[in-house]
């Protein structure tokens, strides 16, 4: 069975510091990876993915199969980084395009 | 353009009503999702839509809940007897056909639903 772990409910970060949202999960197969982010009063939306491997908002992730981990990294927090940060994965294949989603990471920036 | 719109925002109903949550998906995205956060659980998959067919409908959790999405464009979710375990928030996802494996969803603001 797919899953995903994000084992920090809450994480809470001076601004300029370092950020590390922790996600591992596990899929037999090669998954998608993705981060969704919502912002107080706003809808869920796609941050980054794993295939882009590109840099959203100073925001990078890196896909490690050997730790089947997907951790979100900032090397300076914001204020309007704070957020509700959710790990999610999809299968590559045809047909399985449903999300499985951890359980979400509260990243609180202190000014 | 608008995104994926949601109706009603909120509902709070009684043990055994019904409720029809409703979702508009981005004009020309096939494909359209349900998906459902009970409180302090993760978000998780209820049913695909590809056009008007169900493609998986693996997450619904029993026949209470019945998802149509007549012509391919809107869907609607109804939940009849609606039970106190219902209470929750439910999204709607579209997203255009897959390119390959790439397949960005882009989700509505939610339906709050809360069964008293």
């Known amino acids: 069975a797919q899953r995903v772990t994000q084992p920090e409910k809450l994480l809470s970060v001076f601004k300029g510091a370092p950020v590390e949202l922790k996600c591992n999960y596990s899929y037999s197969g090669s998954p998608e990876l993705f981060w969704y982010v919502q912002y107080s009063r706003q809808r869920l939306q796609l941050l980054l993915r794993h295939i882009s491997r590109e840099s959203i908002k100073g925001f990078t992730a890196d896909l490690n199969k050997g730790e089947t981990s997907f951790h979100l990294k900032k090397p300076f927090a914001q204020e309007e980084d704070s957020a509700m940060y959710y790990c999610a994965l999809s299968g590559s294949g045809a047909g399985s395009y449903q999300l499985t989603f951890g359980k979400g990471t509260k990243l609180s920036v202190i000014p | 353009e608008a995104g994926v719109t949601q109706f009603p925002s909120h509902s709070v109903i009684e043990k055994g009503q019904t409720v029809t949550l409703r979702c508009d998906p981005i004009s020309g995205h096939d494909n359209l999702y349900w998906y459902r956060r009970v409180m302090g659980k993760e978000i998780k998959f209820l049913l695909h839509f590809v056009k008007e067919s169900k493609q998986d409908e693996s997450g619904m959790p029993n026949n209470r809940f019945l998802a149509e999405r007549t012509g391919g464009t809107y869907s609607t979710l109804k939940v009849q007897p609606a039970e106190l375990e219902d209470s929750g928030v439910y999204f709607c996802?579209?997203?255009?056909?897959?390119?390959?494996?790439?397949?960005?969803?882009?989700f509505g603001p939610g339906t709050r639903l809360t069964v008293l």
């Open positions: 996802a579209s997203s255009q056909s897959p390119i390959g494996s790439y397949n960005e969803q882009f």
